[in-house]
């Protein structure tokens, strides 16, 4: 079982059609997506107090979602080039107790309950800080 979940300050009207038109492959598993609205998260950091954060989960396959174009999206967002999002995306892999993510075109976190579920990609994969 797999989340999929996105978190944006300020465009929650764009969210749902983002995600629709472009990166889940089928209307049907949008039923199960789960909006909540949170106080801002980098309130204490930016010192902004009138924004909020939404945060949307999907509780999904990862059969349901075009992930090679939404990983692009995010590796796009800084750049002018199409697809491009500037939402904040995990992929959250509940098998695994792993989550992934891809930050920019410059990098991504990878976060795991114990090493011994990412070891993998300490060997097939030049990593640092392990």
């Known amino acids: 079982m797999n989340w999929l979940k996105t978190e944006d300050y300020e465009h929650s009207d764009k969210i749902n059609a983002t995600l629709v038109n472009h990166y889940i492959k089928y209307k049907d598993v949008?039923?199960?997506l789960q909006h909540k609205t949170i106080p801002y998260i980098f309130e204490d950091v930016?010192?902004?107090?009138?924004?909020e954060t939404h945060r949307y989960t999907l509780q999904c396959k990862v059969s349901d979602v075009k992930y090679i174009?939404?990983?692009k999206a995010i590796c796009n967002q800084d750049?002018?080039?199409k697809p491009k999002s500037y939402h904040d995306i995990f992929f959250i892999n509940?098998?695994?107790d792993t989550i992934f993510h891809i930050y920019d075109d410059r990098g991504c976190d990878v976060i795991a309950s114990g090493k011994e579920s990412i070891r993998?990609?300490?060997k097939n994969?030049?990593?640092i800080g392990f």
């Open 94 to 96: 509940t098998t695994n």
């Open 79 to 81: 750049m002018n080039i």
């Open 125 to 127: 994969y030049i990593m």
């Open 46 to 51: 930016y010192g902004i107090c009138d924004f």
């Open 120 to 122: 993998y990609l300490y």
């Open 30 to 32: 949008l039923f199960k």
């Open 69 to 71: 174009n939404l990983v």
